[in-house]
């Protein structure tokens, strides 16, 4: 186990540096500099700001210095908020993102794993058709559309729920999180129906069945162990696709997450923030896949003989 | 052990006459939903192919006078609020969102198969060089980096097609690579080495053909992924631009006055989400079709 730990750990380094580099030479390589559409400032003014941001060096000298600094845990000043470096920004965004993300992983593993193992339970029946057509729906239906369809329908409409912000008013944390959460739920029932599928023809079934258990022990200690290790598995990646899917919601529903800032980032070619939010992003999204790597292992053996030569 | 079966079950099948691909077809046929989501595919298609010459106002016909009108009979699904007929825009929304879709696609299949086969073929420290590439590809956040990609370089749609094209190749190359990789230890190739055919002829005349089916479903379920990611795109504003329409494009007008004129959310959302609907349903049914093994999930 622990050379499973440590050699998929390994593997996770290259990514991340990958990421790191394609980024920055990305980033350096976009048209136009930073202040070019600022006012005219003076040569000064411009050689302060230019050494300020390291613009002054070569290229390969400031990735290196990046680099030193990233170590360090140190993202840099922004463009846009020169007062401002860009890990406040970061870490100004993301609890909110994280709690959104998080809201959503429970919506989605709740409603898919019922609506699964429902399914599973009587395949080929209405109980079964019914919560997979919704889940086909929800695998077909794009966050972008979802959210505001629903702010359509319960916001406008019914005027139920609040229709943006996030913590103003009772509510309004509800929709971005069932839309965010909605492809992932839908995803869920469909891993969990086939896994549990899979497992209740096993052979330990009908043993725990004919020594006497009561069909819903059989169900609850035997056959979803079993039949929501794919589910297991897909919850890492999961949890890192809604990180980087959480801009949509924040976008649609005006919230303040990290996936907000990065758009307009972009948006206003906030370079060193660009490049700050990247690089944090995409490396918590690979230790969200190591994780979820190490926790598939852990529950079920086989997959670490592959490093066990 | 897949393909092996697979030769055995034609081998049976053979005194009937049926073929794989013919007893595909009958088993696809059976599957309703896809066969409903082929014809509406195939109706997709035709109109879009045809909408020049059919769609009953111009893309970008103006009639500031009129506004956004409610569905009427004059204009089907109503107008946006520069009464531009959105019946229209739709149509050559769809044009755009299918030609994004099945283009990267096209690119994403050249690549995936070339590369898997080459992988797959030759194997030993090149295949093991090349899958390591793949895995650190994969773990890439595609998203953020198409994103960068098309704030850094502009908004054309050419770096639209090759961004998607390049980045939904990855699991196609796995899979024909472990289709080559099955296939190519068989008596068939075999025999064709010993007829002296080169290397390159046996990828292209043998092995890829036999890998065909996983392939076709493993593209039609591309596209699909390929139109949402362009969609999406443009509704960020980083796809297609104004006064061309796309799907997504016209999502995210919709979305800006849905309180005063939901048709224009409603309407661009169900062509979008039955489309991709289709394109699911037909890729489940014809991996059932083709590859009954393969079905589980």
């Known amino acids: 186990m622990w050379r499973f730990i440590a ?40 050689a302060a700001l230019e050494e300020q941001y390291r613009l ?5 000298e400031q990735y290196f210095a990046y680099m030193v600094d990233l170590f360090r845990g140190d993202f840099g000043p922004s463009f846009n908020f020169p007062s401002r470096s860009v890990n406040e920004l970061i870490f100004q965004g993301l609890p909110i993102t994280l709690e959104l993300g998080l809201y959503a992983m429970l919506i989605a593993v709740l409603i898919g794993v019922v609506a699964g193992v429902c399914a599973a339970l009587k395949p080929n029946t209405l109980q079964d058709y019914i919560p997979m057509s919704l889940s086909m729906i929800g695998i077909c239906m794009p966050s972008f559309l979802l959210g505001p369809v629903l702010v359509l329908v ?37 891993l969990s129906r086939s896994g549990m599928l899979e497992v209740l023809s096993q052979d330990y079934l009908r043993t725990a069945r004919a020594k006497g258990l009561p069909e819903y022990i059989v169900i609850i200690k035997h056959a979803l162990r079993g039949g929501l290790l794919p589910v297991v598995a897909y919850i890492g990646p999961a949890f890192a696709g809604l990180l980087s899917g959480s801009f949509v919601v924040e976008t649609v529903f005006q919230i303040p997450g990290l996936g907000r800032f990065y758009v307009q980032a972009a948006f206003n070619r ?14 918590l999204i690979v230790v969200f896949n190591l994780l979820s790597d190490i926790l598939s292992a852990w529950i079920n053996p086989r997959l670490r003989y592959q490093f066990r030569k | 052990m897949a393909t092996s079966t697979s030769t055995e079950s034609s081998l049976l099948a053979m005194p009937k006459g049926v073929s794989l691909w013919r007893d595909a077809w009958l088993r696809l046929r059976k599957n309703k939903l896809a066969m409903f989501g082929l014809g509406f595919l195939l109706l997709v298609m035709v109109v879009c192919l045809l909408t020049p010459w059919i769609a009953p106002y ?8 009129l506004g956004a009108v409610s569905p009427s009979a004059a204009h089907w699904l109503g107008t946006d609020t520069f009464g531009r007929d959105l019946l229209t825009r739709i149509l050559y929304g769809g044009r755009v969102s299918l030609l994004v879709g099945f283009v990267a696609t096209a690119v994403a299949l050249v690549i995936g198969v070339a590369y898997g086969a080459i992988a797959g073929y030759v194997g030993g420290k090149l295949d093991a060089v090349m899958m390591r590439f793949v895995d ?83 593209t039609t379920l591309t596209i699909p992924s390929v139109m949402l990611l362009e969609a999406f795109l443009s509704f960020l504003g980083l796809g297609i631009q104004p006064p061309e329409s796309s799907w997504g494009l016209l999502i995210s007008y919709g979305v800006e006055t849905m309180e005063e004129y939901p ?15 289709s394109l699911n349903f037909l890729g489940d049914g014809l991996r059932d079709a083709l590859d009954p093994k393969a079905s589980r999930d």
């Not at chain 1, 990514?15 to 136009?32: D, E, K, M, S």
């Not at chain 2, 893309?59 to 006078?65: A, G, I, K, T, V």
């Not at chain 2, 699991?171 to 296939?183: E, G, K, P």
């Open chain 2, 136 to 218: 650190i590809l994969y773990a890439l956040p595609i998203m953020i980096f198409i994103i960068l990609l098309m704030v850094v370089f502009g908004r054309n749609l050419l770096l639209l097609f090759l961004a998607i094209g390049a980045i939904e190749w990855l699991t196609m190359a796995r899979i024909v690579r472990s289709q080559v990789q099955n296939l190519r230890d068989q008596e068939f190739v075999e025999a064709a080495m010993s007829l002296g055919l080169s290397p390159s002829a046996i990828v292209v005349k043998h092995l890829i053909p036999n890998a065909l089916g996983p392939i076709i479903v493993y």
């Open chain 2, 58 to 65: 111009g893309y970008e016909e103006q009639d500031l006078r």
């Open chain 1, 7 to 46: 050699v998929r750990t390994l593997q996770a380094i290259p990514v991340i540096l990958t990421v790191i580099t394609v980024t920055f030479f990305l980033v350096r390589a976009a048209p136009g500099g930073p202040f070019s559409s600022e006012k005219a400032v003076s040569d000064q003014v411009k």
């Open chain 1, 154 to 190: 319960f916001g406008i409409w019914l005027d139920w729920v609040p229709i943006s912000g996030w913590g103003n008013s009772a509510g309004d944390k509800l929709l971005p999180s069932i839309t965010l959460g909605a492809m992932y739920a839908a995803y869920i029932a469909r």
């Open chain 2, 263 to 277: 048709w224009l959310l409603i309407f661009p959302g169900l062509a979008l989400s039955l489309t991709l609907f």
């Open chain 1, 56 to 60: 002054d060096l070569p290229a390969y």
């Open chain 1, 270 to 283: 906030d370079y060193t923030m660009i490049l700050g939010t990247t690089v944090f992003l995409a490396s």
